[in-house]
């Protein structure tokens, strides 16, 4: 039953990564080409600066591989969320499959992009110094991780206190505050975000709400097309 | 047949999905974070055709939200 979830998140995934793909390269693109054009002025008025960095593929071939990448991230996205669904599918709380699915996908939207984007939100190129993207690569990859686990234990927080008898609204608040609480310390801990200063902030703004909204797509996508599949299967009368 | 047995306890993850699972996140991750530059303390020589894969995957990993430069 679970190479079942596995093969629909495998396949939700792909679809959803393809159309946020379609999003970022028609909302995107055109932003990301825009802040191409603002590195490569400043390169030329930069001392010493030639031709910045070697290119080995076109803009063309790299919006080609747009779509290579979001499709690639689909599927290994999908897959995981999949696997993950076979595991929470009967502690979820949910009433079908969609809402479960939904929510599923909600939960990881919010640990996986939402909340490392309120501290490293997107940027294009140029920013950031490159010889400290190792140490930037491994605290955005953290604080994925970290976030992930905080909404995982604020879930399983709610869980004990409902089985407690706690209400609803009194459940809510006390671990929305404590998510609020371990959030921020997450924040303070991390190392701070490459400074954007001397960017158009109304272009870095647009790159970014372009790369929130692709992400947006993908999960939108993922939770709703994942759910149908499921729903359509147990119609079908297939044992998931 | 969940069904038929009432409220048992929730299933647990094969091991074969459990590696599934770790290979996956294996694969997002070199995905999300190619470069030579950053897998050559791990692969050394091998890493250079994931600058490819970098450049390749470039647009995406910028519109996703993950560091690149
Ligand atoms: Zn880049």
Known sequence: MVSAYLRRGMAAGLL???????????????????????????????????????????????????????????????????????????RLAAGSDLKRSISLAGAIFAGAFLVPFLKYPANPPSIGDPSTIRERTAAYFTLVALSLLAILIAWLAARTLEARGVGASRRRLTVGAGLVVVVGVLFLLLPAAPSADGFPSGTLWAFRLSSFGTQLVFWAGLGLLFGVLCERARKKGVTA | MEKTLGRRHPSTLPLWSLLVLALLLLALLVLLSASGALLAPLLGQAAGPFDYLHEFAHDGRHLLGVPCH
């Open chain 1, 16 to 90: 959803a990564g393809l159309l946020a793909g379609l999003f970022a390269f028609f909302v995107g693109e055109p932003i990301l080409d825009r802040t191409i054009a603002l590195e490569e002025s400043a390169h030329v008025h930069a001392p010493g600066g030639g031709g910045g960095d070697e290119e080995i593929f076109s803009r063309p071939t790299q919006k080609v591989g747009l779509f290579f990448a979001t499709g690639l991230f689909g599927v290994t996205v999908g897959g995981v969320f999949g696997i993950v669904y076979a595991y929470f599918r009967e």
